[in-house]
C-alpha cells in the first residue's frame, strides 16, 4: 500500500488557519471541519455538518462533536468541563496560563490558532531549510513547539523532531513538527480562560489535539475514509482529580437528521451510528445518501471503553447540569440510576432485564435475537450518543493519552453497513497496531503532478481538458470514483491535451497517470 505525500490541496488552508478559530482538514475522501473552541466536526457559524464525505458531496455524517473531561477532587467536589456545543463552551484557544494572560493580546497571537501541515511540507522543509530561497511555510515555521512562559505558558508545547537536541523548536536549524499521517491539522485547548457554559468548575486542564489522515493510492481503501484523533489531556491545574472520565460525545447525522439509529460494540471499543430506514431522504437542506446509506464509528484505540449509550427520546433524557453530566460519563442514566440490559435500558420497563449495564445497544443489528434499536422498533430519528474511558487518578503534572479513529463504511443499506463498518474497524485497529512507516516518499509526486498535469475547469460538470505539459509515453490514465471503482481509463501515446468528458455522479473523483515508475495524481470534483 503506498501512501501519498500530500503538498495538494494544502496550499489554501495552512494560511488561512493561522489565527483563525476554524480550519478544513481534507487530504482524503473527508472535509472535516476542526475548531479550537471545544466543538468539532461542525460549523459553528453556520450551524452546518462538519464531517463531509465524500468531499464535496454535501453529505455529511458528523452534525458536532466533543469531548467531556470531568472528576472529584479531594473534598468530593466535581469539576468538569463537557461542552455539547459551541453555544456552552467548556473550552477555549490556547495553552492553560499559569499567571492568566488568556487576554494577553500576544498569547491570542501566539496560541489563537490551526496548524495543519501536511507530510510534504515537512519533506520539503527538510531537503531545502538550508536554501536561501526556500520560504518556510507559515503552519511550520509558527509551529508551538516551545511556550512563551512570561504567558504562564508551558515550555514545551506541540511535538516536534529537535534536530540538534537543545530543547528549542527552530525551524532554521531544521527543526520540524512531529505529525502522524500525510495531513494533520493540531490545537491546543485550556478549560481555564473563562468561566464554563456548563455550570461546571475549572479543572485546571491543557488539551492538545491532533486530527490527521492518510491518503492511500489504493482508493477504494478504509483509511481514505478515516479521520485519526491523537489527544493529550495534562493536568496544569493544582488538584488531584479522582475517578476521571473522558467522554466522547457525538451528533451523529448519517445525512438525513431524522431517520438514525445508533449502538455500540463493547469488544471493539466502538460506538457508531447507521440509518434507520433504507431511503435517507434529503431534507431541511441537509442531502440524504438515498438507497446505499454508510454507517460511522468512533473507535477508541488504546484504552478499553466503560461504557456507551445514548440519550435521544428512545433511550434517555439529555443530561443538563454538571451532576447529570458526570452521571452520564459514568455509563448510568443522568438522574444516576442504573441501566439494565434490553428494552429501553429502564428497570422495570417491559423487555428490560435485571442485568446492570453500561453499554446501550450492544448488540449487532443485524442480530435477530440481540439488543439494538431495529429488534426494539424504535422509531428512527436524531441521535446523541457517547462513550467513556476512565483514568482514575489524574495528578497535576500528569497526562493521559488517547487516541480514536472515526470510520465509515459507505456499503450496504440501513443495519447491514454495520457489519461492513465491523471489518473496516478492525482493519483500522490493526493498522493502529502496526502502521507503516510514513507516508510514501515518492509522494513529492503531488508536487510534480502540479508541475506537469492541469486540470480545468475543476471543479466542474463532467466535461473538462487535461493538459499534460510534458509529454508522458506509454502511460496508463485512470480516473477512480470515491468507492475505488475506476470509472474512465485509457492508454496515453504522445498526447499533450485530451478532452474528457464523464457521465457519472457529482462528487470526488481521482484522476491518476502511471508511467511505470510513478504515479501521480490529481483531485477532480464533479458538481
Not at 536554501?131 to 515555521?141: G, M
Not at 454538571?322 to 417491559?350: C, E, F, H, K, R
Not at 507503516?436 to 510534480?448: K, N, R, T, V
Request: hydrophobic share 30%; glycine share 8%.
Amino acid at each position: 500500500m503506498k501512501f501519498i505525500h500530500s503538498l495538494l490541496f494544502i496550499s489554501f488552508i495552512y494560511s488561512f488557519s493561522i489565527g483563525q478559530n476554524t480550519s478544513h482538514l481534507d487530504g482524503n475522501y473527508v472535509n472535516a471541519t476542526i475548531n479550537n473552541t471545544g466543538t468539532f466536526f461542525n460549523d459553528y457559524a453556520t450551524s452546518w455538518p462538519g464531517y463531509e464525505i465524500p468531499e464535496g458531496s454535501n453529505k455529511h455524517c458528523i452534525y458536532a462533536a466533543s469531548f467531556w473531561y470531568g472528576g472529584m477532587n479531594s473534598n468530593n467536589e466535581l469539576k468538569l468541563s463537557a461542552q455539547f456545543y459551541q453555544a456552552n463552551q467548556d473550552l477555549f484557544p490556547g495553552p492553560y496560563s499559569s499567571n492568566s494572560s488568556y487576554n494577553d493580546p500576544l498569547f491570542a497571537s501566539n496560541y489563537h490558532s490551526i496548524w495543519t501541515v501536511t507530510s510534504g511540507q515537512i519533506q520539503y522543509h527538510i531537503d531545502n531549510y538550508t536554501d536561501p530561497s526556500y520560504v518556510t511555510p507559515t503552519s511550520i515555521s509558527t509551529w508551538p513547539g516551545n511556550g512563551d512562559t512570561t504567558l504562564g505558558v508551558s515550555e514545551q508545547l506541540a511535538p516536534y523532531v529537535d534536530v540538534n537536541n537543545d530543547g528549542f523548536y527552530i525551524p532554521e536549524d531544521g527543526d520540524y513538527p512531529d505529525i502522524k499521517g500525510c495531513m494533520a491539522s493540531y490545537i491546543i485547548m485550556n478549560d481555564a480562560a473563562d468561566t464554563h457554559g456548563t455550570g461546571g468548575d475549572i479543572i485546571g486542564i491543557e488539551v492538545h489535539q491532533m486530527f490527521y489522515h492518510y491518503f492511500t493510492t489504493d482508493l477504494g481503501s478504509y483509511l481514505n475514509r478515516t479521520t485519526f484523533l491523537e489527544q493529550r489531556i495534562i493536568n496544569r491545574g493544582t488538584q488531584t482529580l479522582y475517578d476521571f472520565y473522558t467522554t466522547f460525545f457525538m451528533d451523529a447525522d448519517i445525512g438525513n437528521y431524522s431517520d438514525d439509529y445508533v449502538g455500540c460494540d463493547s469488544s471493539r471499543n466502538m460506538m457508531y451510528a447507521y440509518n434507520g430506514d433504507t431511503n435517507d431522504e434529503s431534507s431541511g437542506g441537509t442531502t440524504g445518501y438515498g438507497l446505499e446509506t454508510p454507517s460511522l464509528g468512533v473507535i477508541s484505540l488504546n484504552n478499553n471503553l466503560i461504557g456507551s449509550g445514548s440519550f435521544s427520546s428512545t433511550s434517555g433524557s439529555s443530561p443538563t447540569t454538571p451532576a447529570d453530566i458526570y452521571n452520564t460519563m459514568q455509563g448510568l442514566w443522568s438522574d444516576g440510576t442504573p441501566i439494565y440490559y434490553g428494552g429501553n435500558g429502564v428497570a422495570g420497563s417491559p423487555g428490560v432485564s435485571t442485568t446492570p449495564t453500561t453499554f446501550i445497544y450492544s448488540d449487532n443489528p443485524n442480530d435477530p435475537s440481540g439488543w439494538s434499536e431495529v429488534t426494539q422498533a424504535n422509531p428512527p430519528g436524531d441521535r446523541r450518543s457517547y462513550m467513556s474511558i476512565y483514568s482514575d487518578v489524574f495528578a497535576p503534572f500528569t497526562e493521559v493519552s488517547q487516541d480514536y479513529a472515526i470510520v465509515q463504511a459507505p456499503e450496504g443499506s440501513a443495519q447491514e453497513s454495520v457489519n461492513y463498518l465491523i471489518d473496516k474497524a478492525d482493519s483500522v485497529q490493526a493498522f493502529y497496531q502496526n502502521p507503516l512507516s510514513e507516508c510514501d516518499i515518492m509522494a513529492s509526486l503531488s508536487e510534480i503532478a502540479n508541475k506537469i498535469i492541469e486540470i480545468y475547469p475543476n471543479p466542474s460538470s463532467g466535461q473538462f481538458t487535461l493538459s499534460l505539459k510534458n509529454v508522458l509515453n506509454k502511460s496508463n490514465l485512470q480516473i477512480i470514483n470515491s468507492d475505488g471503482r475506476i470509472v474512465y481509463q485509457r492508454e496515453l501515446g504522445m498526447e499533450k491535451q485530451l478532452e474528457i468528458q464523464l457521465k457519472e455522479p457529482t462528487g470526488i473523483y481521482m484522476l491518476t497517470i502511471n508511467d511505470g515508475n510513478s504515479i501521480f495524481s490529481k483531485k477532480i470534483i464533479l458538481e
